[in-house]
Every structure is written in C-alpha cells, then in structure tokens.
C-alpha cells in the first residue's frame, strides 16, 4: 500500500467520477454497455475504459465464440485509455513510491482494492445509471499471478448476481480453441 493510502483512495475516487462524467456527459446519446478502471500487474498505472453496445455487438458478431471476452475484457472495448489525464497524477505517484520489495502485494493489492472501491461508490451515487443495462468491471491488464476467485470477487462486488454469475461462469470456462 503506498505510504498515506487516504490519498490514493481519494484520487482514484475523485479522478475515475471526474473522467467518467466528461465521458457521459461529452455523448450524452451514447449507449454505453461497459465501465471499467484497470491497472497492470505492477499496480504501476490507473487507466479507465468504456464501451458502446454497438462495438460490442460488432465484435461479437464478427467473433460469436469470444462473445463473453468482448464482454468482459477492456483491452477490447472502444473508448480505452481514455481520459488518460485525469489519472495522470495517480500514476506518477504510484511509480515514485518507493517501498521494499517484501511490500509489493500490499502495495498493489492497496491500488487495486482502491479501484473497486472508486467503482462501488460511482454505482452507489448512480453514476452509470441503471445496473441492468451495463457491466461494471476492475481488471488488470496482463496479470501474473492474479487469482481468478479475486478477479469473480471484484466483478460480484460491481455488478448484478445474474451480470457477476456469468463473468464466474465465463472465467472458468476453458479457453476457445482457434
């Protein structure tokens, strides 16, 4: 956990509301289908991405057997890395910490609990709207060693049962051969 962690809940909190709101309200006709911050392996970076249901129905359509991944996966999504200035700071602070190497899983588990906990409060306060029409997903781009039960826990913490059940689902399903 970096050194004062009130400051990195508070940011990640203050900056994903900041970044998410400019998007909604940059395309208020947009229908968008998929909210999500995600960071590396390292906890290195907080980046957000958002999805439109007409990527994601075009993917799906040219991919049927990835349909869930296209779903889930924020690396695919339309509008990723966007608002990349509204995390700036965040980052650059996470690279200067300077901490041991015997507290690096706190210190990332410290960035990515703070990303949830930024995406409950927005649903919390009805940022994205409606729960039923969206997915609302943390995720960390090219995990490690990232146990999946963590990666279901985030996604039940963030979306409806039936929304989480199928992520569950979808992450323990072996992967679609070629």
């Not at 006709?29 to 999805?51: E, F, H, K, Q, W």
């Not at 910490?97 to 409060?121: K, N």
């Not at 649903?123 to 039960?149: M, Q, Y």
């Amino acid at each position: 956990m970096p050194n004062d962690e009130a400051w990195l809940n508070t940011d990640v909190k203050h900056a994903a509301r900041a970044a998410f709101l400019e998007l909604i309200n940059a395309h208020p006709d947009a229908d968008y289908c998929g909210y999500a911050l995600y960071s590396d392996a390292s906890a290195m970076t907080v980046c957000c991405a958002v999805n439109t249901r007409s990527h994601l129905t075009r993917l799906q359509a040219e991919d049927p057997a990835e349909a869930e991944y296209y779903q889930w996966s924020p690396a695919e999504w339309s509008m990723e890395g966007v608002a990349a200035e509204q995390f700036a700071p965040i980052s650059r602070r996470l690279r200067a910490e300077d901490r041991p190497d015997e507290e690096f899983t706190t210190f990332r588990d410290g960035v990515y609990e703070a990303c949830v906990a930024a995406l409950e409060s927005l649903i919390a306060a009805g940022t994205f709207g409606s729960t039923a029409d969206h997915v609302v997903v943390f995720s960390v781009s090219d995990p490690d060693d990232l146990d999946p039960a963590l990666e279901t826990q985030w996604m039940r913490r963030l979306n409806p049962p039936d929304q989480a059940d199928r992520f569950a689902r979808w992450r323990d399903s072996p992967p679609v051969q070629p």
